[in-house]
């Protein structure tokens, strides 16, 4: 079995700050990339940040400058810090994974279970 847990999500002013963090655990043979997608009421769930197993990062418009998302390989963890937020990112911030169990495996793609985060004007 594998599992991603996300953990730091929580209320926050506007203008605050705050760091998730997503380890992923189980037979893991190895790890591509991983990333946070987040998903607000009433919307669909969007890519907020990725970063591939080298490092490479790629980020929505609407959080560059403000996000940054890391990753520590040795730990199957990745990072997403979050500075000056906005009300407008409340929403459920989900982790995702693409994994092989098995060195023969196929990378397959597995997802969090979310953690709130809610940004108050």
């Known amino acids: 079995q594998v599992q991603l847990v996300e953990s730091g999500g929580g209320l926050v002013q506007a203008g605050g700050s705050l760091r998730l963090s997503c380890a992923a655990s189980?037979?893991?043979?190895?790890?591509?990339?991983m990333g946070w997608h987040r998903q607000a009421p009433g919307k669909q769930r969007e890519l907020v940040a990725v970063?591939?197993?080298?490092?490479?990062?790629t980020y929505a418009d609407s959080v560059k400058g403000r996000v940054t998302i890391s990753r520590d390989n040795a730990k199957n963890t990745v990072y997403l810090e979050m500075n000056s937020l906005k009300p407008e990112d409340t929403a459920v911030y989900y982790c995702?994974?693409?994994?092989?169990?098995?060195?023969?495996?196929?990378?397959?793609?597995?997802w969090g279970q979310g953690t709130q985060v809610t940004v108050s004007s």
């Open positions: 189980g037979r893991i043979f190895s790890v591509n990339a």
């Open positions: 970063i591939s197993s080298g490092g490479i990062t």
């Open positions: 995702k994974a693409e994994l092989r169990r098995l060195a023969w495996n196929p990378y397959s793609e597995y």
